[in-house]
T-cell receptor
Framework: DTEVTQTPKHLVMGMTNKKSLKCEQH?????MYWYKQKAKKPPELMFV???????INESVPSRFSPECPNSSLLNLHLHALQPEDSALYLC????????????????FGPGTRLTVL | GEDVEQSLFLSVREGDSSVINCTYT??????LYWYKQEPGAGLQLLTY?????DMKQDQRLTVLLNKKDKHLSLRIADTQTGDSAIYFC??????????FGRGTSLIVHP
């Protein structure tokens, strides 16, 4: 199984709503990532978890709250978002954050298309 | 940090070869990647090359690496309409996390 799954595929929410994005992988990867991607732009790194601990937070506003309940799951909790937060949110995983082997490529999920009204 | 540059657009005829170029600044990367993104989808790893290699061939894909000039290219032979997508060069820097180029939109027309 070399797949990263993300749910939901699409999400529309108001600025006062609370919602969560979910990501799952069963490849035994110990590093998991959240990216935000706006149209026609490269993915921008938001958070990185390594061995279920938050390792990197790229100065993301607190209205985005990540959670890693176990080694296979990664959540992104959303609260009081702004319309400019509308984007494709991508989850990725890799063997490890600091690679001990050369093939430490990232595997990406299909993304959640988020629209904030 | 790492800086990765790509041209934004490439238009080719079906059946021709496509060459997508990428330049980067951090020479410490041990491996470099090419990802493909189709409209509305996530990123799909196409291929990667180790920094001790000059060339890697994988069916219709050829990756060339010039470490001295910090230049990476992806050649797609016999380009098909299904190859139309955005192609991202990704280069891990000192943090081991890939820095993505802005992406090259490949348009294949009949």
């Amino acid at each position: 199984d070399t797949e990263v799954t993300q749910t939901p595929k699409h999400l529309v929410m108001g600025m006062t709503n609370k919602k969560s994005l979910k990501c799952e992988q069963h490849m035994g990867h110990r590093a998991m990532y959240w990216y935000k991607q706006k149209a026609k732009k490269p993915p921008e790194l938001m958070f990185v978890y390594s061995y279920e601990k938050l390792s990197i937070n790229e100065s993301v506003p607190s209205r985005f709250s990540p959670e890693c309940p176990n080694s296979s799951l990664l959540n992104l909790h959303l609260h009081a978002l702004q319309p400019e937060d509308s984007a494709l949110y991508l989850c990725a995983s890799s063997q490890e954050l600091v690679p001990t082997r050369l093939d430490n490529e990232q595997f990406f999920g299909p993304g959640t298309r988020l629209t904030v009204l | 940090g790492e800086d990765v540059e790509q041209s934004l657009f490439l238009s080719v005829r079906e059946g021709d070869s496509s060459v997508i170029n990428c330049t980067y600044t951090d020479s410490s990367s041990t491996y470099l990647y090419w990802y493909k993104q189709e409209p509305g989808a996530g990123l799909q790893l196409l291929t990667y090359i180790f920094s001790n290699m000059d060339m890697k061939q994988d069916q219709r894909l050829t990756v060339l690496l010039n470490k001295k000039d910090k230049h990476l290219s992806l050649r797609i032979a016999d380009t098909q309409t299904g190859d139309s997508a955005i192609y991202f060069c990704a280069v891990p820097g000192g943090s081991y996390i890939p820095t993505f180029g802005r992406g090259t939109s490949l348009i294949v027309h009949p």
